[in-house]
């Protein structure tokens, strides 16, 4: 059974930094397109990163609203996607999901959400962001 695990998140002050993890098990990360999205309340959900080996060595898909705050990163060995945000800002607050993506959906060279049904998703962790 295909599953993604994501411990982590918590109560971050603004302008701190926070690394959130995601754990594979049921198939390997380094053969999968991994996404990272977020929810805030009453926003829907929107891509932040996606990165896959698909088509050759590992390439990272950005959504056009990231800038450079936003990293995401592989552990092949550890079997882990892990996205690391630098200078948090209240904004950020929201549920993080990780996702297992059949490829990244790119569109003029930006990551988007498309929701696949046979996706699989974390079970999201929650970042607060206040001072």
């Known amino acids: 059974q295909k599953q993604l695990v994501e411990p982590g998140g918590g109560f971050m002050k603004p302008g701190s930094s926070l690394r959130l993890s995601c754990s594979a098990s049921?198939?390997?990360?380094?053969?999968?397109?991994i996404g990272w999205s977020r929810q805030s309340p009453g926003q829907e959900r929107e891509g932040i990163a996606c990165?896959?080996?698909?088509?050759?060595?590992?390439?990272?898909y950005h959504a056009r609203f990231v800038k450079s705050r936003f990293t995401t990163t592989r552990n092949n060995a550890k079997n882990t996607v892990y996205l690391q945000i630098d200078t948090l800002k209240p904004d950020d607050t929201a549920v993080y999901y990780c996702?297992?993506?059949?490829?990244?959906?790119?569109?003029?060279?930006?990551?988007?959400?498309?929701?696949?049904?046979?996706?699989?998703w974390g079970q999201g962790t929650q970042v607060n962001v206040y001072s």
């Open positions: 990165s896959s080996n698909n088509d050759g060595p590992a390439t990272t």
């Open positions: 049921g198939f390997r990360v380094d053969d999968s397109a």
């Open positions: 996702v297992r993506e059949e490829i990244c959906s790119v569109w003029d060279g930006n990551y988007f959400l498309d929701l696949r049904p046979d996706d699989v």
